[in-house]
């Protein structure tokens, strides 16, 4: 299903270019579409009034005819338009609501407690269904629903290619979702949905090369090149989390040692925080542990690292000197302008940022830092759930595909 057969006037191409230069300009005027478009005014009146019959656009301020006229202004109706982004990850399932501008009306989130696919199917359903409810009290329809799925995801025939957390290999789950709820449904990689959400209304917005970096239990990155997703030949680019940083380190999950994952990751770092309290060397870290310290939470270190304890701040600062390492190997292939950084990490990123970028600062091959901005993720929290949202409203603003990276 797509969501341009439910809403008919953007099955062309020129409505979805318009609608596409409303959304980034905010308020804009026929004239200034016709300017940066190119078509023609009077195509643009007629594609205008389409949008303005269909509730998609409505029209703002009057202009004032007696003394120098302001022109007419359009801007998106942020009623007009509702999507559902889910994400998956290992032990959550977030959901939110969006608008047509964007907009978040609707959060929830529920873990993860059982891995079993039924399980886990069980709780996605319950906060799709939870959502639609919501929507549907207050009287709107949704037009379909972006799923940020963690793991192998190939996005074109929406199946979760695997998902190793909770065991999942070729799951078909667009078209589950879809014939259950009968409404669109798009699917990509987390991190993937997370660079497109910042590409779109986040803090890439305009940035044609971007790699926005995912770091939780695992690490990921999605890669925005000229200003498209770009998915690798296996739908595996951007797996940054397996780069060896530490040669004969810790063995990582995938078998290999050393990889970013093993030293960088919140689990890895909780494990050595834990480690360091086992071995009495961190009195003041286990002063912040509620339960037993050996089991120190990742809420806990947080709280550790936000009132500065010593540990608790060396230890991402170690883990950060490996994120910059493997964030500099990435950035001298794909010589981005921006670098986002996000994930569970987000609440004590402050913490984190000075010491990436300081060995981002050594270690980049010098040409590559002029334009290059290493910035904290702009839609925060929201980025992975808005990212799948995206993956729908991405269809209403942008024309077709086809001009994509070709697979392999
Ligand atoms: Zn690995």
Same mark, same amino acid.
């Given at each position: 299903m797509d969501i341009r057969d439910q809403l008919p006037v953007l099955k062309e191409n020129s409505p979805r270019l318009v609608l596409g230069h409303i959304m980034r300009a905010g308020s804009i005027s026929r004239a200034d579409i016709a300017r940066q478009t190119g078509l023609h005014r009077s195509t643009i009146t007629r594609i205008v009034s389409a949008l303005l019959a269909e509730g998609f656009v409505e029209e703002r301020g009057e202009g004032d005819?007696?003394?120098g006229r302001k022109p007419v202004m359009l801007e998106l109706v942020a009623d007009a338009v509702h999507i559902l982004g889910i994400a998956i990850e290992s032990n959550t399932v977030a959901g939110v609501v969006t608008n047509f501008k964007a907009q978040i009306t609707d959060r929830m989130q529920v873990p $993860?407690?059982? #891995?079993r696919r039924e399980a886990v199917m069980e709780q996605v359903y319950f906060v799709i269904d939870s959502l639609l409810n919501q929507v549907r009290a207050r009287g709107f329809d949704v037009g379909g629903i972006g799923v940020a799925m963690h793991g192998i995801v190939n996005s074109d025939q929406g199946i979760s290619v695997f998902a190793p957390a909770i065991e999942w290999r070729d799951e078909p789950l667009v078209t589950n979702i879809e014939s259950k709820y009968n409404l669109p449904v798009s699917m990509d990689n987390n991190a993937n949905a997370m660079a497109l959400g910042e590409w779109w /209304?986040?803090?890439? %917005?305009? *940035?044609?090369n971007v790699l926005a970096v995912k770091v939780g239990s695992t690490i990921g990155s999605g890669i925005i090149l000229g200003g498209r997703l770009f998915p690798g030949t296996d739908y595996s680019a951007g797996e940054i989390g397996h780069l060896t940083v530490l040669p004969g380190g810790p063995r990582c999950k995938c078998g290999n040692f050393g990889c970013l994952e093993t030293v960088a990751s919140t689990e890895a770092i909780l494990r050595r925080g834990r480690d360091f309290i086992k071995q009495g060397e961190a009195e003041g870290l286990k002063a912040f542990a509620k339960g037993d310290p050996d089991l120190l939470s990742f809420e806990e270190l947080c709280e550790a690292t936000l009132a500065q304890e010593p540990t608790a701040l060396r230890l991402w600062e170690e883990g950060a000197a490996h994120l910059g390492l493997a964030l500099s190997y990435t950035i001298n292939i794909l010589n981005p302008a921006k670098v986002l950084i996000g994930g569970d990490i987000y609440p004590v990123l402050d913490y984190i940022l000075p010491k990436v970028r300081e060995t981002v600062e050594v270690q *980049? /091959? %010098?040409? $590559?830092? #002029?334009?290059l901005r290493l910035e904290p993720l702009g839609l925060g929290k929201d980025s992975v759930t808005l990212g799948a949202a995206t993956l729908l409203l991405q269809d209403i603003f942008e024309l077709p595909k086809s001009n994509g990276w070709a697979m392999g």
């Amino acid at each position: 299903m797509d969501i341009r057969d439910q809403l008919p006037v953007l099955k062309e191409n020129s409505p979805r270019l318009v609608l596409g230069h409303i959304m980034r300009a905010g308020s804009i005027s026929r004239a200034d579409i016709a300017r940066q478009t190119g078509l023609h005014r009077s195509t643009i009146t007629r594609i205008v009034s389409a949008l303005l019959a269909e509730g998609f656009v409505e029209e703002r301020g009057e202009g004032d005819i007696e003394f120098g006229r302001k022109p007419v202004m359009l801007e998106l109706v942020a009623d007009a338009v509702h999507i559902l982004g889910i994400a998956i990850e290992s032990n959550t399932v977030a959901g939110v609501v969006t608008n047509f501008k964007a907009q978040i009306t609707d959060r929830m989130q529920v873990p $993860l407690l059982d #891995s079993r696919r039924e399980a886990v199917m069980e709780q996605v359903y319950f906060v799709i269904d939870s959502l639609l409810n919501q929507v549907r009290a207050r009287g709107f329809d949704v037009g379909g629903i972006g799923v940020a799925m963690h793991g192998i995801v190939n996005s074109d025939q929406g199946i979760s290619v695997f998902a190793p957390a909770i065991e999942w290999r070729d799951e078909p789950l667009v078209t589950n979702i879809e014939s259950k709820y009968n409404l669109p449904v798009s699917m990509d990689n987390n991190a993937n949905a997370m660079a497109l959400g910042e590409w779109w /209304f986040g803090n890439g %917005q305009a *940035v044609e090369n971007v790699l926005a970096v995912k770091v939780g239990s695992t690490i990921g990155s999605g890669i925005i090149l000229g200003g498209r997703l770009f998915p690798g030949t296996d739908y595996s680019a951007g797996e940054i989390g397996h780069l060896t940083v530490l040669p004969g380190g810790p063995r990582c999950k995938c078998g290999n040692f050393g990889c970013l994952e093993t030293v960088a990751s919140t689990e890895a770092i909780l494990r050595r925080g834990r480690d360091f309290i086992k071995q009495g060397e961190a009195e003041g870290l286990k002063a912040f542990a509620k339960g037993d310290p050996d089991l120190l939470s990742f809420e806990e270190l947080c709280e550790a690292t936000l009132a500065q304890e010593p540990t608790a701040l060396r230890l991402w600062e170690e883990g950060a000197a490996h994120l910059g390492l493997a964030l500099s190997y990435t950035i001298n292939i794909l010589n981005p302008a921006k670098v986002l950084i996000g994930g569970d990490i987000y609440p004590v990123l402050d913490y984190i940022l000075p010491k990436v970028r300081e060995t981002v600062e050594v270690q *980049v /091959f %010098q040409p $590559l830092k #002029s334009h290059l901005r290493l910035e904290p993720l702009g839609l925060g929290k929201d980025s992975v759930t808005l990212g799948a949202a995206t993956l729908l409203l991405q269809d209403i603003f942008e024309l077709p595909k086809s001009n994509g990276w070709a697979m392999g």
